[in-house]
């Protein structure tokens, strides 16, 4: 653990533009007192998603502490150290999903990509049942003990997570 006594976890997918970034809203919110959470892309869009951005506002939260930022800034000097990488690009879709090496734990929570629904009616509706499946996974890493877990059972732990319902 860190200074500021909780866990540091990098949520990664591929653009970090929306799967990545509602995993850290969720996390940051539900863990505040336990995780400090971040997200980053090995090819960021440059910006979320407007899809996110809505579904986050619609939420309560302030959309404007959200930014699409490439996973290297989790590997220059002073970063913070990461604990816990977990990985959310859909593995189905046959996407290149990133993998940060330096973290003692990754887990791989695979889920569709909301951003790839056409019409605004229907990307509404896949990034509200992202952030469902999101939310699920949250929860349930929330009710573990993962800071006195040893990293291979942190690791276990959260792969089962990823494989919970909607799993891609």
Request: proline letters at 6%; a negative charge; charged letters at 25%.
């Amino acid at each position: 653990m860190d200074a500021a006594g909780g866990l540091n976890i990098l949520v990664l997918c591929t653009g970090n533009s929306a799967r990545s970034i509602l995993g850290e809203a969720l996390m940051a919110r539900k863990g505040a007192d336990r995780i400090r959470a971040f997200s980053a892309g090995s090819q960021p869009k440059g910006a979320p998603h407007p899809g996110a951005l809505r579904l986050l506002a619609r939420e309560g939260y302030d959309t404007g502490a959200f930014r699409s930022k490439s996973w290297d800034e989790f590997a220059a000097p002073g970063a913070p150290r990461i604990d816990i990488a977990i990985t959310v690009c859909g593995n189905a879709a046959g996407e290149a999903c990133p993998l940060f090496t330096d973290a003692p734990v990754r887990a791989h929570w695979g889920l569709a990509d909301p951003a790839d629904a056409v019409g605004a009616v229907a990307e509404d509706a896949a990034f509200a049942e992202t952030y469902r499946l999101l939310e699920l996974r949250v929860d349930a890493m929330l009710a573990l003990p993962l800071e006195g877990m040893a990293p291979a059972e942190r690791r276990a732990a959260l792969d089962a997570i990823g494989r919970m319902e909607g799993a891609a």
